[in-house]
């Protein structure tokens, strides 16, 4: 190869390194909550698959017309982007066996209400949820929930924060086991920005505090909003007894920088990402799991350990946008 043609080629792959970096690991140089880059990373399966394509099809052609310098430097840049977001999904898991433990969480958002409450307590029944998290459901239809329920022998409360201040009508419902005993909405703490999320404490004082949680999603206008909901759940999370569930638009990408004390985000971690099945997509359904953005969550303070977490792709059907997903917790 000519000493040009090196020097094009070495310069090319370097900076297609740089940028592959980039692609894969963004919180490496703190960029990973910005416009845009924050949601192409939220779907890291379809930009390995994406960047594995482009670099098949450039190596085609610097084979067909015989370049290999530029076109080589690029081909391998794409190649190492792939390989790269695919080992960050490979690392965080696809999903591993269910293990029962003493605390049963589920949370789904229902798309406005398009999930019927016979379905969500098909849901409730099937998982054992004891607590149950439910944004886009209002409380008309948390009510009908809790009635199925009740006819059927479970016992559960319900409560609902309408809307959040100046933000959208768009409500968050909790379902909470009558077994857990009395909660009360802490009506003290606030909500995210935009979307309402609430924080249910326990009357006497002993048992979980539960956090029903639905930030912005990170769309432009509003990355403002995302953050400073991202950031509302991590000082949340403060408490050790502490579980936060429901949508919060965002990967466990999006949670770098908002750890404390050994945390993800606060002092909670991520149930998915404790039991080895962070990869696996919730949003949306109409893709396989596999290829899916992990955006809903169960996070846990310090006083929890995850015996499980699974993403329900037996309900794609049922008319919401999102899975439902379970995690089984026990004190530590």
């Not at 963004?26 to 482009?54: D, E, K, M, T, Y």
């Not at 933000?167 to 995210?192: H, K, V």
């Not at 909003?225 to 403060?238: K, N, P, S, T, V």
Request: proline residues 6%; aromatic residues 6%.
């Amino acid at each position: 190869m000519p000493k040009h043609r090196r020097l094009r080629f070495l310069l090319v792959l370097a900076g297609g390194s740089v940028a592959a970096f980039l692609v894969v690991w963004p919180q490496g140089v703190g960029i990973h909550r910005l416009p845009l880059i924050a949601n192409a990373i939220s779907l890291r399966a379809l930009l390995a698959l994406g960047f594995g394509v482009l670099a098949l099809l450039v190596a085609g052609v610097a084979v067909w017309r015989r370049r290999w310098g530029v076109a080589a430097a690029l081909a391998i840049a794409l190649a190492a982007a792939s390989v790269g977001n695919g080992a960050v999904l490979l690392t965080r898991g696809g999903g591993g066996p269910m293990q029962p433990g003493e605390l049963t969480i589920a949370a789904w958002n229902t798309y406005g209400g398009s999930v019927s409450p016979e379905t969500i307590a098909r849901m409730v029944r099937e998982t054992g949820a004891d607590v149950v998290s439910l944004p886009e459901t209002d409380a008309i239809a948390a009510a009908e929930v809790v009635g199925i329920l009740s006819r059927e022998g479970i016992p559960m409360t319900h409560d609902t924060v309408a809307a959040a201040p100046d933000g959208e009508t768009i409500p968050t419902s909790i379902l909470i086991s009558r077994e857990l005993g009395d909660y009360a909405l802490d009506a003290g703490i606030g909500s995210t920005v935009g979307l309402p999320s609430g924080v249910w404490r326990p009357v006497d004082g002993s048992g979980p505090i539960l956090v029903a949680a639905h930030p912005m999603p990170p769309l432009p206008g509003v990355t403002d909003r995302w953050e400073l909901g991202l950031e509302w759940i991590a000082g949340r999370c403060a408490e050790s007894q502490v579980i936060v569930a429901g949508d919060l638009n965002s990967t466990v990408d999006h949670f770098s920088g908002l750890g404390r004390g050994g945390g993800l985000i606060g002092g909670c971690r991520d149930a998915a990402a404790d039991a080895g099945s962070a990869a696996a997509g919730t949003w949306p359904v109409r893709m396989p799991v596999g290829l899916a953005s992990p955006i809903d969550h169960v996070l846990v303070g310090s006083a929890w350990r995850v015996n499980g977490f699974a993403v329900l792709d037996g309900y794609d059907a049922a008319g919401s946008d999102h899975r439902p997903i379970v995690a089984t917790l026990s004190r530590n």
